[in-house]
């Protein structure tokens, strides 16, 4: 797998959050932006393949016993 760079202009602000969540872990602040990118992005894969399997099987209630349409959903949605 190849690699590519992603350059960001950041306020101060949000750029010394990023360092103090990345400090907690004990993680660099690339490394710290870079799991939070891949964890957000297993989510809405996870959420499109549950979303595809209900579709599928015709769902009429989702995993929480309500319709899929009224089900909660994540923060990153």
Partial sequence: ???D???LR???????R???HAAKRGMS???Y???TLIRSDFDERF???VEETERFYGAAEGFYGTPASR???SPAE
């Fill in 33 to 35: 932006v870079v799991q």
């Fill in 47 to 49: 959420q499109s393949a």
């Fill in 5 to 7: 760079v992603l350059s």
């Fill in 71 to 73: 089900r909660p959903r």
């Fill in 10 to 16: 950041l306020d101060r602000e949000l750029l010394e």
């Fill in 18 to 20: 990023l360092r103090r």
């Fill in 29 to 31: 602040v690339q490394d």
């Fill in 1 to 3: 797998m190849g690699t």
